[in-house]
C-alpha cells in the first residue's frame, strides 16, 4: 500500500528566502506525482505534475524533482514571497489512485 | 473555461438524513475523483470515475456512500443516513486521462463542507 509522507509539517521563513519541501513515497510504482497548495478553506491548486519518466519541472520560481528509485521528490521555492505561505501538497499516482501527503504548512514572513 | 464546480458550497444535516453533492467537472475532462478532507486530515481518496464507470469503489469508507456519473459529466455522492463523523469537506477533481493508464493533472473544484449535527 502506498504511503506518502512531506517533511518538514511546518516551515516558517523570512521573506526572500530559498526554501525545499520534501515529499516521500513508498512505493516507486507511480504513474505521476503532482504538488498542490491548499490556502486556508478553499480547495486545492495545482502547481506541477511530474510524469513517472521526467526528473524535473519548472514554473516561474518552482521547480519540482523526481526521483523514482530513491521516492523522493523536492518542491523548491525561490526568493520566497508572503502570497507563498499555504499548504503544501504532494499526490502520488499509480493509475489508478492518488495518495496524498499529510502537507506542509509554509509561513513566509514580511 | 470554466473549472470544477461544486454544489452546494455548505451543507448542515441533521444525523441519520441522506444527502447528495454534486460534482460539475470542467468539460472534456474523462477522469473525475472524489476526496475527503477531515478536519486537521489528508486528503482520503473515495471513488474515481473513468467515463460513467467506477473501477474501484473501493476507498468508499462504508456502505452508506455511493457515487455515480451519468453522461460522462456530472457526479453526484450520496450519503446515506450521515453520522457525525461523515463531517468533512468533500473535494472532487476532474482531469484528462490517458487510455492507456496514468493520468494528466488534476483540477480540483472548491469543495462542500458537510456538517452533520
Known amino acids: 500500500k502506498q504511503e506518502v509522507t512531506q517533511i518538514p509539517a511546518a516551515l516558517s521563513v523570512p521573506e526572500g528566502e530559498n526554501l525545499v519541501l520534501n515529499c516521500s513515497f513508498t512505493?516507486?510504482?507511480?504513474?505521476?506525482l503532482q504538488w498542490f497548495r491548499q490556502d486556508p478553506g478553499k480547495g486545492l491548486t495545482s502547481l506541477l505534475l511530474?510524469?513517472?519518466?521526467?526528473r524535473e519541472q519548472t514554473s516561474g520560481r518552482l521547480n519540482a524533482s523526481l526521483d523514482k528509485s530513491s521516492g523522493r521528490s523536492t518542491l523548491y521555492i525561490a526568493a520566497s514571497q508572503p502570497g507563498d505561505s499555504a499548504t503544501y501538497l504532494c499526490?502520488?499516482?499509480?493509475?489508478?489512485?492518488?495518495?496524498f501527503g499529510p502537507g506542509t504548512r509554509l509561513s513566509v514572513l514580511p | 473555461g470554466a473549472g470544477v464546480s461544486q454544489s452546494p458550497s455548505n451543507k448542515v444535516t441533521e444525523k441519520g438524513k441522506d444527502v447528495e453533492l454534486r460534482c460539475d467537472p470542467i468539460?472534456?475532462?474523462?477522469?473525475l475523483y472524489w476526496y475527503r478532507q477531515s478536519l486537521g486530515q489528508g486528503l482520503e481518496f473515495l471513488i474515481y470515475?473513468?467515463?460513467?464507470?467506477?473501477?474501484?469503489k473501493s476507498g468508499l469508507p462504508s456502505d452508506r456512500f455511493s457515487a455515480e456519473r451519468t453522461g460522462g459529466s456530472v457526479s453526484t455522492l450520496t450519503i446515506q443516513r450521515t453520522q457525525q463523523e461523515d463531517s468533512a469537506v468533500y473535494l472532487c477533481?476532474?482531469?484528462?486521462?490517458?487510455?492507456?493508464?496514468?493520468?494528466?493533472?488534476?483540477?480540483f473544484g472548491p469543495g462542500t463542507r458537510l456538517t452533520v449535527t
Open positions: 499526490a502520488v499516482g499509480d493509475g489508478q489512485n492518488f495518495v
Open positions: 468539460s472534456g475532462h474523462t477522469a
Open positions: 477533481a476532474s482531469s484528462l486521462a490517458s487510455v492507456a493508464g496514468g493520468f494528466y493533472e488534476q483540477y
Open positions: 512505493d516507486s510504482a507511480i504513474y505521476n
Open positions: 470515475f473513468q467515463g460513467n464507470s467506477a473501477p474501484d
Open positions: 511530474i510524469q513517472s519518466s521526467q
